[in-house]
């Protein structure tokens, strides 16, 4: 797959193709962020963590299978509208 700008990946991918949670998400998407990176796909489970960052657009997604399908022609994965508000 060639994909035509930079895109982060975070999370642990596990034998069975599932991706699973990861510690230290809203780290990566600062540097992430910083670096001029524009969209990113996390685990779902991080999605409330990854709400916290303004200016990045979040995909999460359960399997390498559903990042592979977004990236190529299959169905995409709609970007979290969820934002975390009183903090």
Known sequence: ITLNK???FIGELSLSGK???VKGVINYLLAAKSGLIKDAF???GNC???SLIDGINIYPADSLDEVVRHLT???KIQKTSYRATNL
């Open 6 to 8: 930079p895109v982060l």
């Open 19 to 21: 991706i699973k949670n």
């Open 42 to 44: 996390i685990p779902k």
């Open 48 to 50: 409330y963590e990854a």
């Open 73 to 75: 022609m299959g169905p």
